[in-house]
């Protein structure tokens, strides 16, 4: 039987075998792993039993340090960003508590255990791969599964983790210039910023992982042509982070592509469409009841395809979908389409009631582009139901710290703004 480390085991051994290597880098100070794992031996334990959930919000560098003490204690850490949620729920076996992006309505609590959290960490560091003197870069959010888990996949491979309280454009390229960063995980918005900041990737950038939203194919193209070595993913909170990656190497990339699962996962589109994952990195449940079947299989909200070599590409997600005219349309579709469009920064597509369409297809545009010429180019490469019946021009399109679209706030921008055209 596998015996899954926690994370306060990780740093133990780290330390034992390069107890001066750099653990931790954070704008004020660094911790060596010696140093770190002896801040942690005597940092006071949180309040509570081994079973109860320390709920702690706070910046990046309170949030690190509190995962770590909370498994050096044995007790489950959930980090949040609104007002600390109580919880008198006794959780054994539980290590990380997440609460998902709510990107679609109320979020969920995710409980994941030490086995979830160390194989994804394992399987990320095999696949990328990371090992001793790596430095990520982590300007993620750590309330939410992708900074988190960055944690782990550093203390795992004894690599430094190079942290950030949160995105902020010139911050991280003044650290991607002074320091020998070689991995740094980004959502397609943070990318794009860096691209409009003009700026380079080092030479000993080997890993830039893409995650948390759909990445466009101009913009991947734009970053591939700038050097930045791409690798768009697919995973969630539910599966401790990456799920499936599409590396360089593994040949063409198209939008949606995210390759094959990470060993030992099994994937299966249902007749729904939907994504269905089973694996080692799946969650335990939902804090409030639900999860995965008693099979093991796991339903996401997401759909996809899957090709006859096990890659995966994932076309949406199931609520999203609209249908316009009689036909289903997925914003993903026409999003796509007009990204490629000329002076697009960012785009996001919703619907509204319409009492002959159904849905009616509106289009939130950020950037210069020109409403005839938006148009003209989604009726060359669109169906006649997918082409936008209305174009909104936003300074910015509402997303959350993860940079998920809001899919509730563009609803209600379509139905409160003023057509464009």
């Known amino acids: 039987m596998a015996i899954h480390n926690s994370l306060a085991q990780h740093l133990h051994r780290a330390a034992g075998q390069s107890p001066d290597a750099p653990a931790l880098l954070a704008a004020e100070r660094s911790w060596s792993f010696g140093e770190l794992l002896t801040e942690m031996q005597h940092r006071a334990a949180?309040?509570?039993g081994a079973q109860d959930a320390a709920v702690e919000r706070g910046d990046s560098l309170h949030l690190a340090h509190q995962a770590y003490a909370c498994s050096q204690a044995k007790r489950p850490f959930w980090p949040v960003d609104r007002v600390p949620l109580a919880t008198d729920a006794k959780l054994p076996g539980v290590a990380l508590i997440i609460s998902t992006s709510g990107s679609e309505g109320q979020p969920r609590a995710v409980l994941l255990g030490n086995a979830q959290l160390d194989a994804a960490a394992a399987a990320s560091n095999q696949h990328l791969p990371l090992g001793p003197g790596d430095r990520w870069l982590n300007c993620l959010p750590?309330?939410?599964?992708?900074?988190?888990?960055?944690?782990?996949?550093?203390?795992?491979?004894?690599?430094?983790?190079?942290?950030?309280?949160?995105f902020a454009a010139q911050a991280v390229a003044d650290d991607l210039a002074r320091q020998p960063v070689t991995?740094?995980?980004?959502?397609?918005?943070?990318?794009?910023?860096?691209?409009?900041?003009?700026?380079?990737?080092?030479?000993?950038?080997?890993?830039?992982?893409?995650?948390?939203?759909?990445?466009?194919?101009?913009?991947y193209q734009a970053a591939?042509?700038?050097?930045?070595?791409?690798?768009?993913?697919?995973g969630m909170s539910e599966t401790a982070a990456q799920l499936a990656t599409h590396a360089p190497t593994d040949g063409p990339w198209r939008e949606g592509l995210v390759g094959r699962p990470m060993p030992g996962h099994e994937i299966r589109i249902g007749d729904d469409g939907r994504i269905r994952l089973r694996g080692p990195q799946v969650m335990l449940g939902y804090l409030n009841g639900g999860g995965a079947d008693a099979d093991g299989w796991l339903t996401t909200g997401d759909l996809g395809e899957l090709a006859a070599d096990g890659r995966l590409t994932v076309t949406g997600r199931a609520d999203d979908m609209l249908v316009s005219g009689g036909r289903n349309v997925h914003p993903l579709e026409v999003e796509s389409c007009l990204?490629?469009?000329?002076?697009?920064?960012?785009?996001?597509?919703?619907g509204r009631p319409?009492?002959?369409w159904g849905d009616l297809v509106v289009a939130l545009i950020v950037g210069p582009a020109e409403p005839a010429a938006l148009l003209a180019h989604a009726r060359q490469h669109l169906p006649a139901a997918a082409v936008p019946r209305q174009l909104v021009f936003l300074e910015r399109l509402p997303r959350n710290p993860t940079g998920k679209l809001e899919r509730a706030a563009l609803r209600r921008l379509a139905a409160e703004t003023r057509s464009a055209t």
């Open 354 to 356: 319409d009492p002959i």
């Open 339 to 350: 990204a490629a469009c000329p002076g697009v920064r960012d785009v996001a597509v919703t």
């Open 142 to 166: 750590l309330y939410h599964i992708g900074g988190q888990s960055i944690l782990w996949r550093c203390a795992r491979a004894a690599a430094t983790v190079l942290l950030h309280d949160g």
């Open 46 to 48: 949180p309040h509570g």
């Open 224 to 234: 591939s042509a700038a050097g930045w070595p791409l690798f768009p993913s697919y």
């Open 183 to 219: 991995h740094i995980s980004l959502v397609p918005a943070m990318l794009a910023r860096l691209l409009e900041l003009g700026v380079k990737p080092p030479p000993s950038l080997r890993v830039t992982l893409i995650g948390g939203a759909a990445l466009s194919l101009p913009l």
